[in-house]
């Protein structure tokens, strides 16, 4: 039945637009239902911010939120990218307050920290924290923590 929507919702749109190049007016379309799952709007976003397109991932990453707490680190992450560390800040807070067994919302944290430097005890305490939850990726956040060690040695 989802895909019959789906593809249905496609196929108006292709009309649409075809029509439309024809200079034709065309009925508005109005979807009431989202005919993508909270998924594929990850994997939406995660297409646009490879491309560079970070303004798109954000807005699929947000249709995510709805449903699916991971799309707040993805939001963290896109924000990061386009140098918005306050916003950036924001939603891997969420992250972190959401999915709190996500050691890459920790360490994302930590890392966002050291690129402001500031915060770099909680920085350190959020690196330890993601070595704790995921050991698998000790050595990307064990990284982390020593650049945010040598980094608090060199401002004392």
């Not at 954000?58 to 680190?73: H, P, Q, R």
Request: glycine share 4%.
């Amino acid at each position: 039945m989802k895909n019959k929507k789906r593809m249905s919702f496609f196929i108006l749109l292709f009309i649409s637009m075809f029509l439309g190049s024809l200079g034709c007016t065309f009925p508005r379309i109005i979807v009431l239902e989202d005919p993508l799952s909270p998924e594929e709007h990850i994997n939406l976003g995660a297409a646009y911010e490879k491309n560079g397109e970070l303004d798109l991932a954000v807005k699929e990453y947000t249709l995510a939120s709805k449903k699916l707490s991971i799309a707040y680190l993805y939001l963290g992450n896109a924000y990061f990218q386009k140098n918005d560390f306050d916003k950036a800040e924001e939603y891997y807070k969420i992250a972190v307050e959401k999915e709190s067994g996500n050691a890459d919302a920790y360490n994302n944290l930590a890392w966002l920290y050291y690129t402001k430097r500031e915060n770099l005890d909680e920085a350190e305490s959020l690196a330890l924290k993601a070595i704790e939850l995921n050991s698998s990726k000790k050595n990307i956040y064990k990284d982390t923590l020593e650049k945010i060690r040598v980094l608090k040695k060199s401002i004392k």
